[in-house]
């Protein structure tokens, strides 16, 4: 029954390693999104994408990159991963062209890059 | 449940002209709480976040206050610009991963 579900709920990693989040919604929404949460509880967007467009938040590093396989999902790969990639990560959903309050959020990644 | 809108659903002011844009919460028992702004067809742009300790943020034009007692948080921008219209959102988060999203407030800032 979960609308937005991401995998795996915890990540613990060591610096340099490659690793992916995955994230799959049931909603049959169009437009899905990856949000970083800092350790201040900051959240900011990282990518918005639907079948036609992706939009890459410029501040994001290239070593962080979208796969979509198909419209329900997608999943965040971070290759090279550093320290201060440690945080929370959101991914959401909603129609394109909806509003903020009609985004749906996953329940969030914690990853700990040591 | 928490319920958070915002009033004015829409708004429209000459550029130059200091504008407010409110926010309010049902519980008070909050984390914190964030100001968007969302432009057509884009994700969500973070503004300010204000941590429940806190009474006000402030970044550029924008500063961002928090009466926790009251469940209300306004947004004000100085000296509107035509570049900030967009549709802006408050967002209360609780302490737990939970994204409570007001009901938006359009803004046009006429040239």
């Not at chain 2, 659903?9 to 984390?31: K, Q, R």
Request: aromatic fraction near 10%.
């Amino acid at each position: 029954d979960t609308a937005v579900s991401q995998t795996p709920k915890y990540l613990v990693t060591q610096m340099g390693n490659d690793k992916s989040i995955k994230c799959e919604q049931n909603l049959g929404h169009d437009t899905m999104y990856w949000y970083k949460q800092d350790s201040k509880k900051f959240l900011k967007i990282m990518f918005s994408y639907n079948n036609k467009e992706l939009i890459i938040n410029e501040t994001v590093p290239n070593r962080f990159s979208p796969k979509s396989p198909d419209k329900a999902h997608l999943n965040l790969h971070i290759n090279s991963l550093e320290l201060g990639d440690s945080a929370v990560y959101f991914c959401a959903s909603s129609l394109r062209g909806a509003g903020g309050r009609e985004q749906y959020f996953g329940p969030g990644t914690r990853l700990t890059v040591t | 449940k928490q319920e958070v809108t915002q009033i004015p659903a829409a708004l429209s002011v000459p550029e130059g002209e200091n504008l407010v844009l409110n926010c309010s919460f049902t519980d008070s028992a909050i984390y914190n709480l964030q100001w968007f702004r969302q432009d057509p067809g884009k994700g969500l742009t973070s503004l300010l976040l204000i941590q429940s300790s806190q009474r006000e943020q402030t970044s550029g034009r924008l500063n961002a206050s928090l009466d926790k007692s009251s469940g209300r948080s306004t947004l004000y921008i100085a000296a509107s610009q035509p570049g900030d219209s967009a549709t802006y959102l408050c967002a209360v988060k609780d302490t737990g991963n939970q994204f409570y999203f007001g009901t938006g407030t359009s803004l046009t800032v006429i040239p």
